[in-house]
C-alpha cells in the first residue's frame, strides 16, 4: 500500500500526520517553506493539549514517488488545475483519488446519470482539463468535518471535527470504497460511506457557500456572522438559493438551513478557510464554492442573484489583496 497526501496544508497536513503516526505508509506532496520545514524537522501536528512530530517522506517532485494505490488532494478546488500536472504522474490504473476538498467537484456528473451525466462543470474545471488529467473513474468522492490551520510551516494546529464522508460517484458501496474508509478509520477519524454522496457535498457545502464568503467580506469569526440577525438572513437566503439548485438535481436534503447553522455555531470563534487564506494573502476559491453552484442553477433554470452578488463582491475583494 503506497499513499500520498498531494497537498500538505491544514487538511493535508493533518491526514498526513495522522497517519503516519498511525503506521500507515504515506507521503506528502508540499512546496516552499512548508516543505522545508517538514524536511528538516518533521510535520508537527498540535491537537487538544497533545504535540507530536513525525518524520515522513516530503517532496515537491511528485514524479519522484511513482505510482501511489491511493492520492489524497488535499488543495484548495481553485488551485487543482495547476496541481493536476503533478497529481497525474502519480496515477496508476488502479489508484484511487479522494478529493478532501470543499465545494462543487469537477467529477460531478461522473455516473449522475441524464441529463448531464459526463459533462464538466466549467467553473472549476473551464477547458475539460480536469476531465482528462484526473479522470473520474479514479475518484472516490469525500466530504470533509474537521478544523485545522497551518500557524508556521511544518506545523498543524488540529481544531475542531474528526469526521469524513465517502461515497462512490455511482452509489455503489464497493470494496475500494470500504478500503478508503478503512484506512481513514486506522487514523482515527470518524468515517461514514454513503450512496448518496452528492447529498453529503451539498450539505457541507451549503455552510461554505454562505458563512465563508461573507467572512471575507465582513473579516468575521463564525460566532460573530451567526449572532447578527441581518447577517444570519443573509445567509439563510444564499442558502435556501443554492438549496433550490441542488433540489433541481436530485439532491435530498434531510435538514433545514437554520438547523445547519446551528450546527456551524458548534465551531465558536471559527476563522473560516476562506477568511483564513485572505488573511495569508492567497487566492480564494470562489469557484468551486459560488461560481460551480450559479453555473448549475443555470443548467437547471434556477435563478441565484444573491449568490452571484455575493461572488462579485467576493471576487473583487480578493483581487484587492
Not at 90 to 95: A, K, R
Not at 104 to 133: K, N, Q, S
Not at 227 to 241: K, S
Request: proline share 7%; aromatic share 4%; glycine share 10%.
Amino acid at each position: 500500500m503506497k499513499i500520498t497526501v498531494f497537498g500538505a496544508g491544514a487538511v493535508g497536513g493533518l491526514l498526513a500526520a495522522r497517519m503516519a503516526l498511525a503506521g500507515l505508509p504515506v507521503a506528502v506532496v508540499a512546496r516552499g517553506p512548508h516543505l522545508a520545514a517538514i524536511r528538516e524537522r518533521g510535520l508537527r501536528l498540535r491537537a487538544r493539549g497533545s504535540d507530536r512530530t513525525v518524520r515522513i517522506e516530503a517532496t515537491d517532485r511528485p514524479e519522484e514517488l511513482g505510482r501511489q494505490d491511493l492520492v489524497i488532494v488535499a488543495t484548495k478546488g481553485h488551485a487543482l488545475p495547476g496541481a493536476a500536472p503533478g497529481i497525474a504522474r502519480l496515477l496508476g490504473p488502479d489508484t484511487v483519488l479522494v478529493p478532501a476538498q470543499n465545494g462543487i467537484p469537477w467529477w460531478y456528473f461522473h455516473r449522475a446519470g441524464p441529463p448531464f451525466d459526463g459533462e464538466a462543470v466549467r467553473a472549476v474545471d473551464p477547458d475539460g482539463t480536469l476531465l482528462a488529467l484526473l479522470p473520474p473513474p479514479h475518484v472516490v468522492g469525500c466530504v470533509v468535518y474537521v478544523g485545522a490551520a497551518v500557524p508556521a510551516p511544518g506545523v498543524i494546529d488540529h481544531s475542531s471535527g474528526e469526521r469524513f464522508v465517502f461515497g462512490e460517484p455511482d452509489g455503489t458501496m464497493s470494496d475500494r470504497l470500504e478500503r478508503v474508509a478503512t484506512i481513514f478509520r486506522k487514523a482515527g477519524f470518524e468515517v461514514e460511506t454513503t450512496p448518496r454522496i452528492r447529498d453529503a457535498i451539498w450539505l457541507k457545502l451549503w455552510g461554505n457557500l454562505s458563512v465563508n464568503p461573507v467572512s471575507v467580506l465582513t473579516q468575521a469569526t463564525t460566532d460573530r456572522l451567526l449572532a447578527d440577525p441581518d447577517v444570519r438572513r443573509l445567509l439563510r437566503l444564499l442558502m435556501e438559493e443554492a438549496a433550490q439548485v441542488a433540489s433541481a438535481l436530485g439532491v435530498r436534503f434531510e435538514t433545514t438551513a437554520e438547523e445547519r447553522l446551528r450546527l456551524a455555531e458548534q465551531l465558536g470563534a471559527f476563522k473560516t478557510s476562506m477568511l483564513q487564506d485572505l488573511e495569508a494573502g492567497r487566492s480564494l476559491e470562489t469557484a468551486p464554492l459560488l461560481g460551480a453552484v450559479a453555473e448549475l442553477g443555470r443548467k437547471v433554470g434556477v435563478a441565484t442573484p444573491t449568490l452571484d452578488t455575493i461572488e462579485a463582491l467576493v471576487r473583487l475583494r480578493g483581487a484587492a489583496q
